[in-house]
């Protein structure tokens, strides 16, 4: 890794009147079709005709074509594809920072009109966070004079690491205990506040999601979510790239401001993170660019390494949870056709140590079923209860995934959902199968290639349970609805609160009595 981050030093950076995904794909068109002799490259959503406003681009059109053109030929090892960028980034980097020192008309345009409002408003992610929704709010609250707050206290080894030891940033404050933010200011108010990396209100910070009405903006890249509406015109800027902290670099770039070497070194991991070093089915050409040049803004010799170490940092940390924590971490609820299901994923190098408490994973899914139709002290609601619920365990190294499955109809379900792929024992030397309408065999399934919850999990999950689903269960919403043995047992054992949930004495996990569960589940006994 590189020295420590000189924090007064900066880089500047404008993509004069063009922005970097058009510049991109209009330079790969035409790089294309000059490779191809006018044919183009098949599946290249533009022609080999530059749009008009390429007219005023330049030499720098000309430098954005040597990149793209070399990153159609990038073989798939990420710190490869990053030497082939490096020397047409270095020379494009100088042309961003000769530009810089005169900002274009579009740059002056976007600033004054479009992103005016965003000026000195609340950036924050979502609940559950990660390293991007952390490191989005962090670089827009810099690039608009706002305030960046973090939703939820307890912050993985992942961001904690990038924020202590690669970028030198200060961990942004808790939305709900900031003034302005969670709480009136000094002068009774609270700001506006412009939503990053998520639109889903069932993510947003719960004080936040009964008071939409202060919701202004929305910076994304995932799926506009059924749920979020509002009142009035918001400025929303959601792309399908494959990080929102690229986004936010493509905002610094387009209005002419610049990047300090933190904030460069901060929304580089956050790309590598969320597109687990450029690997995942979501990474896009915008990304690979992104990363290359917040590279070299943030004088990081090799993005591998740091990726590696931050992969490091976030297996060790999830390890050390607990299988309460490791299913709920990194976890989110869906809904189509009326079935409902939860989705959490565990980015690691490693699956052994994941695999080796499987069994309790397996009973904590099923227990989070059912803890979703909880209502603080009243009868547990079976209606908001889960239909289903899954845990992707990712390596991040092989770029491959397992999918732990908890009874009999998570296993209807991902059997159709991924057919031809392998099922087997989640756990050597498991015993019992978690429940009567499931076989031991039966309690893992191989996911092979596929790491990405956005682009691969959940569109198989749903494009299955939209194709006519059914199994043994009807919805838990319907009123034939009716569970199983294991089912009944554990409602009986979780409302005696027989399987409380309590801080480890070492205060470093949550951990779950579960004897008595266990028992309900594996053995039909209570």
């Known amino acids: 890794m590189a020295d420590p981050p000189d924090n007064n030093a900066y880089a500047s950076a404008s993509l004069a009147d063009a922005s970097l995904a058009d510049a991109s794909l209009a330079a790969a068109a035409a790089a294309a079709s000059s490779a191809t002799g006018g044919a183009g490259i098949e599946g290249w959503p533009l022609s080999s005709t530059r749009p008009l406003s390429a007219k005023s681009w330049g030499s720098f059109t000309n430098l954005l074509e040597t990149a793209t053109a070399i990153s159609q030929t990038m073989p798939s090892d990420a710190m490869k594809a990053m030497d082939d960028y490096r020397i047409a980034v270095e020379r494009i980097a100088q042309k961003i920072v000769e530009r810089t020192a005169d900002p274009t008309e579009g740059a002056f345009i976007e600033e004054t009109f479009a992103y005016k409002r965003l000026k000195g408003v609340c950036f924050v992610g979502h609940v559950k966070t990660d390293l991007d929704s952390v490191a989005g709010a962090i670089g827009a609250a810099n690039l608009f004079d706002g305030l960046a707050c973090r939703s939820e206290d307890n912050l993985n080894g992942e961001i904690t690491y990038v924020l202590n030891e690669v970028a030198n940033v200060e961990v942004p404050p808790l939305f709900d205990e900031t003034a302005g933010a969670g709480l009136p200011d000094e002068n009774g108010e609270k700001r506006n506040v412009c939503l990053v990396d ?8 719960p004080s936040l999601a009964s008071d939409m009405g202060r919701i202004i903006g929305c910076i ?9 509406a509002s009142s009035k015109p918001l400025l929303i800027d959601i792309r399908p790239w494959g990080s929102m902290s ?12 610049p990047i300090s070497k933190s904030i460069a070194r901060l ?31 943030g004088e990081i010799e090799s993005p591998d390494t740091v990726a590696k170490q931050m992969f490091k940092n976030k297996t060790r940390w999830i390890c050390n949870l607990g299988p309460y924590a490791m299913v709920r971490g990194d976890q989110k609820d869906f809904t189509v056709e009326g079935w409902k299901m939860g989705i959490a994923v565990l980015e ?6 994941v695999l080796a408490i499987a069994d309790k994973l397996l009973l904590e899914l099923r227990i989070l079923k059912k803890e979703k139709g909880d209502r603080r002290g009243k009868e547990n609601d079976v209606t908001a209860q889960l239909d289903f619920a899954f845990l992707f365990v990712v390596d991040v190294v092989k770029q491959c995934s397992v999918l732990l499955v908890c009874g009999g109809r998570e296993y209807a379900l991902a059997s159709k959902a991924f057919p031809g792929c392998e099922f087997r024992v989640a756990k050597e030397g498991m015993g019992k199968a978690p429940g009567t309408t499931i076989a031991l065999n039966q309690t893992l399934c191989d996911a092979g290639s596929l790491v990405s919850r956005k682009a691969q999990f ?8 939209a194709s006519n689903f059914t199994c043994h269960r009807a919805r838990v919403t319907d009123p034939s609805y009716k569970q199983g043995t294991s089912g009944a047992l554990l409602d009986r054992v979780l409302s005696n609160r027989q399987a409380e949930v309590r801080v480890s004495l070492d205060g470093q996990q949550l951990e779950r009595d579960v004897r008595v569960a266990e028992s309900a589940l594996y053995d039909q006994k209570w």
């Open 267 to 297: 929304l580089m991991c956050a790309i590598l993170s969320d597109t687990l070093a450029l690997r995942s089915v979501t990474t896009t050409d915008a990304d690979r660019f992104a990363v290359a040049m917040l590279a070299k803004l």
């Open 458 to 465: 959940v569109p198989a999950l749903s494009q299955a349970l």
């Open 246 to 257: 690229t986004i936010i670099t493509h905002l610094y770039i387009r209005l002419s401001s």
């Open 198 to 205: 998520h639109n889903e209100p069932k993510q947003m910070v």
């Open 220 to 228: 994304d890249h995932h799926a506009l979510s059924e749920g979020f």
């Open 348 to 353: 690691v190098t490693d699956t052994a140590p």
